[in-house]
T-cell receptor, first 112, second 111 residues
Framework: GEDVEQSLFLSVREGDSSVINCTYT??????LYWYKQEPGAGLQLLTY?????DMKQDQRLTVLLNKKDKHLSLRIADTQTGDSAIYFCAENPARGNTPLVFGKGTRLSVIA | DGGITQSPKYLFRKEGQNVTLSCEQN?????MYWYRQDPGQGLRLIYYSQIVNDFQKGDIAEGYSVSREKKESFPLTVTSAQKNPTAFYLCASSAGLNEQFFGPGTRLTVL
């Protein structure tokens, strides 16, 4: 079956880099996504990467994709207190007519 | 502004009552979804709909029902058969089965 796995917690100091990791199961996934959820709110799409890419950078965010190991990471440079949230990884299974599969989320705590 | 709205933000239900959560989108998306989120848990898919007048069960459909009579609207009814309905409910929509856009959520509490 499908399973997207993430570590549940990460704590970093303000100004440091944060790296949130994710492993997925469908090697044919076409797109992989990162979402951010602030307390009491819905999920906000942060960024995504197409499966034929190794890296994507968007301001402070860098996404790395290792297709061989089915490993995805999100790096947040110069982490700020406003980055404290839950971050969800999601894959788009290639078999079609199937919704995104989400991980359980990583809670990022930024210490001032 | 285009987006997804959910109402109400907070909802209280007595045991044995059915309640309906509203979800509306003006993004012209074909697909809509309902998820349940419990503290410390990820998202669990309840129902989804890829087109008007059609919907599919997700992983935890028991005790819930939906309808999709209009493209813009996908209401979720939590029935009395759902034994533990207290949770945060999220609605989402997408153009096809691609990236989903989420509403702000409804927090349901059973008294």
């Amino acid at each position: 079956g499908e399973d997207v796995e993430q570590s549940l917690f990460l704590s970093v100091r303000e100004g440091d880099s944060s790296v949130i990791n994710c492993t997925y199961t469908d090697s044919s996934s076409t797109y992989l996504y990162w979402y951010k959820q602030e307390p009491g709110a819905g999920l906000q799409l942060l960024t995504y990467i197409f499966s034929n890419m190794d890296m994507k950078q968007d301001q402070r965010l860098t996404v790395l994709l290792n297709k061989k190991d089915k490993h995805l990471s999100l790096r947040i440079a110069d982490t700020q207190t406003g980055d404290s949230a839950i971050y969800f990884c999601a894959e788009n299974p290639a078999r079609g007519n199937t919704p995104l599969v989400f991980g359980k989320g990583t809670r990022l705590s930024v210490i001032a | 502004d285009g987006g997804i709205t959910q109402s109400p933000k907070y909802l209280f239900r007595k045991e044995g009552q059915n309640v309906t959560l509203s979800c509306e989108q003006n993004l012209n998306h074909d697909a809509m979804y309902w998820y349940r989120q419990d503290p410390g848990q990820g998202l669990r898919l309840i129902y989804y709909s890829q087109i008007v007048n059609d919907f599919q069960k997700g992983d935890i459909a028991e005790g819930y029902s939906v309808s999709r009579e209009k493209k813009e609207s996908f209401p979720l009814t939590v029935t009395s058969a759902q034994k533990n309905p207290t949770a945060f409910y999220l609605c989402a929509s997408s153009a096809g089965l691609n990236e989903q856009f989420f509403g702000p959520g409804t927090r349901l509490t059973v008294l």
